[in-house]
Structure formats: structure tokens, C-alpha cells
């Protein structure tokens, strides 16, 4: 079975070299050497001086709404996983849905301001598929606003916007550093915040809110991570270049085999770098997308509606709301496998059988 998403296995045995060192060390999570090794290495590798590494990308952003003491309703797109809106409502916030762009299937700032009101208390986008929101547009209402902005960078995380890294938009950006993501850390996370302030306030609730030996500064949690994930991030960066350049060539082959069809697939934000951290393909009806995913997997492929169904349609603890926009691209969009360790052979029978349906 050729699955969805495979996470990239460094080599073993240096993996095992890392697990003697652990050993040795005696330290195994709460800040540990590797952990801070690794922090280091990813605040200079994307030049963000307030990284935090934490324990995963949904804490993350339960961090952040905590960290800007948001209480009321947050504005937010129905289009995302669904830990994006869990975490607003963890986080005893409402979330509130306005409908998507239909080239970009990010938050459509056009349609932010109709569902401002006097509760609102900021934004939080995801950048889908890694592709920048219109960033420039969501912060300047939020000025406007005096909205609080967070943005749920889980997918972009090598992305650069305008010249700069992604993470360095909006009060606080976050990342998942999981398994299944492009660059990882098993379970993993990052959080950036722009104001030194709330930056410390992170740091503390990372831990507790510990700020010494016998004393609190804040209401914390535990998002420390430890060394066994640290290891596995510190060796997967030695292997950035080349999962990218293997993603980005089935990426392009993926391209220019289905370009001769009705597909479409998400514009990208002109002024940002690539990331191939999905492949997402638009089909013309949901008929046929059906017809895809069924085909694919009698042929032992198995792809993934990232993401359906739309969440302001299916969340149990939320009232039901349909979106034109949301629901058209729910109905049609469908990930098809990437990752490192997917064969010519197999790319090309991906190929063949979906273009068999098109
Ligand atoms: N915000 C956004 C926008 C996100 O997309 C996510 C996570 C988050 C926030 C939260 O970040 P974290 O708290 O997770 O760090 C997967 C990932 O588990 C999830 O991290 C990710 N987004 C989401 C888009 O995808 P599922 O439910 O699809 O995962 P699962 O277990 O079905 O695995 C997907 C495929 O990967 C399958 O084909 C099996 C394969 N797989 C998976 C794992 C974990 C393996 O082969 N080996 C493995 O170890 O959510």
C-alpha cells in the first residue's frame, strides 16, 4: 500500500549514535542539551531570533491565544485541521468563520470586517498547504481593528514572504514540527512571538510557569520537548537539501503530468518561496473526485481529503455554518501521496491511475 504521507527515517544507526549520547548524558527531556542544541540551530537556520521550540504544534497555538490573554471571539477559517479551532475553543475563545479565497484557500481578508464585532479579539490563520496568507491585508485590518493576529504556520515551515521568514507576521506564529511534516521532530513545534514581553511570558508557560527555583510567573503547561525528539530533529536537518529537492521533483512531475487536465491547484502567494509539504489537486466535481480516490485505492494507493469536511460544518460543539467558497473546495480538493521515500515506480503508477479518471 503506497500511503498518504510517510515520515523521512534519517539513517539508524546515526540515529542510535544519538541515543548512546543520550545515555551517557543522563538528561532526557524538561531543556535538555540536544533540545537546546536544536533550538540554536533553527532560530539561525531561519533566522528567528524568538524561536521557541515546544512540544507540538497544537500547544503552540493554545500558547499563544493564552500568552495574548485573548477572551472573546477570534476570526478564523473553516479550512485548516482541525487543532486550529480546537485550540481557540480549548482555549475558552469562540471561533468565528469567514468564508475562503478561492485561489490561495487561505482566510479571505475581504471577508474578515463583516464578522468583526464588539467580542472580536483577533485573528488566527492558517497558511495552507504552507502557501502564505495575504499577510499585508489581514494585518493591516487588524490594525485597523486593534486585533491581536496569530498565524498557524504548521505547514510553511521553510517559507519566506516578501523577503523574510513567514513566522516573522502577526503578534505570535507557530509551526508543527510532526512526523508527518517536511521538517520534523517526531512530536515537535515552534512558537515566535514579536513582543519581547509576551516572548518571556512563552518561555515560563512552556514550563509550567516556573520563572525560578520557588516561583511563579504566569499560568504555565508542560510544552517542554525532550532529547530523544531533539535527536531526530538535529539529524533531519543534515537532511534538508535533499528531502526538498526529492519533494520538489515529484512535486514538478505530478505537474507536468496532470497540466494536460481539467485540474486546478492552489495559487501561490507571488511573493513567497515554495514549499512542498502537500499535493493538493483540485477536481472539477466531487463525482470525480470520488472517482479518484476509489480507483487509487483499489490500486493500493491511499490519498487524503486535507481538508474536508469543512469545519464550520462538522465541529460537535459548534453551531453549523456553510460556506460557499469552503464548501465548493471541500467538495473537490485531495492530497495525493508525497514524501521522501516515494519511488519513480510508485509516483508514476500515482500518476497513471489518477490520470486514468481524468
Ligand atoms: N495546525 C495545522 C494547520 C495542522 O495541519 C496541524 C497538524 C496542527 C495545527 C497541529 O500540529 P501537531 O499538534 O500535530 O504538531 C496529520 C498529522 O498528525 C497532523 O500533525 C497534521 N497537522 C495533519 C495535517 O496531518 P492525520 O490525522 O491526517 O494523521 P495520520 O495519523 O492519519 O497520518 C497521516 C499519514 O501519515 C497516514 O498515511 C499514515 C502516515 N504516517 C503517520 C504517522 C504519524 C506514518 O506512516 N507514520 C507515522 O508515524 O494528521
Not at 302 to 331: A, C, Q, V, W
Not at 334 to 344: D, G, I, K, R, W
Amino acid at each position: 500500500m503506497i500511503l498518504v504521507n510517510k515520515p523521512f527515517y534519517p539513517p539508524e544507526e546515526e540515529y542510535i549514535e544519538y541515543v548512546r549520547e543520550i545515555w551517557k548524558s543522563g538528561w532526557l527531556t524538561n531543556n535538555g542539551p540536544l533540545v537546546s542544541e536544536l533550538e540554536e540551530k533553527l532560530k539561525s537556520l531561519l533566522k528567528l531570533d524568538n524561536l521557541l521550540y515546544v512540544s507540538n504544534g497544537t500547544i503552540a497555538l493554545q500558547m499563544a491565544i493564552k500568552a495574548l490573554d485573548l477572551k472573546g471571539e477570534i476570526i478564523t477559517t473553516p479550512f485548516t485541521f482541525v487543532a486550529t479551532t480546537n485550540s481557540i475553543a480549548w482555549e475558552g475563545c469562540d471561533p468565528v468563520f469567514v468564508d475562503i479565497d478561492p485561489d490561495s484557500l487561505n482566510l479571505d481578508p475581504k471577508n474578515i470586517e463583516a464578522a468583526i464585532t464588539d467580542k472580536t479579539v483577533a485573528i488566527l490563520a492558517t497558511h495552507v498547504y504552507g502557501n502564505p496568507c495575504d499577510v499585508e491585508a489581514i494585518d493591516s485590518i487588524a490594525k485597523k481593528h486593534n486585533l491581536k493576529v496569530i498565524y498557524d504556520g504548521a505547514h510553511a515551515f521553510n517559507v519566506q514572504v516578501n523577503g523574510k521568514s513567514i513566522f516573522e507576521y502577526g503578534d505570535i506564529s507557530t509551526c508543527s514540527l510532526h512526523a508527518t511534516k517536511w521538517f520534523h521532530t517526531v512530536q515537535g513545534g515552534f512558537i515566535v512571538a514579536k513582543n519581547p514581553k509576551i516572548r518571556e511570558r512563552l518561555i515560563a508557560m512552556k514550563n509550567h510557569g516556573i520563572s525560578g527555583f520557588y516561583s511563579f510567573s504566569t499560568v504555565g503547561t508542560n510544552a517542554r520537548n525532550c532529547e530523544l525528539h531533539a535527536a531526530m530533529g538535529l539529524l533531519n536537518l543534515k537532511y534538508l537539501d535533499r528531502i526538498d529537492k526529492k519533494r520538489k521533483a515529484i512535486t514538478e512531475k505530478y505537474d507536468n503530468a496532470f497540466k494536460k487536465f481539467n485540474c486546478k491547484r492552489p495559487v501561490w502567494h507571488k511573493n513567497a518561496t515554495q514549499t512542498y509539504a502537500y499535493y493538493p489537486i483540485l477536481f472539477e466535481s466531487e463525482e470525480k473526485l470520488r472517482e479518484v480516490i476509489n480507483h487509487l485505492f483499489q490500486n493500493n494507493i491511499l490519498t487524503r481529503r486535507y481538508f474536508f469536511p469543512s469545519l464550520s460544518e462538522s465541529l460537535p460543539y459548534l453551531p453549523k455554518n456553510k460556506f460557499e467558497i469552503t464548501d465548493y473546495i471541500t467538495k473537490r480538493v485531495l492530497c495525493l501521496p508525497l514524501f521522501y521515500e516515494l519511488t519513480e515506480d510508485e509516483v508514476n503508477k500515482i500518476i497513471r491511475f489518477t490520470s486514468e479518471c481524468l
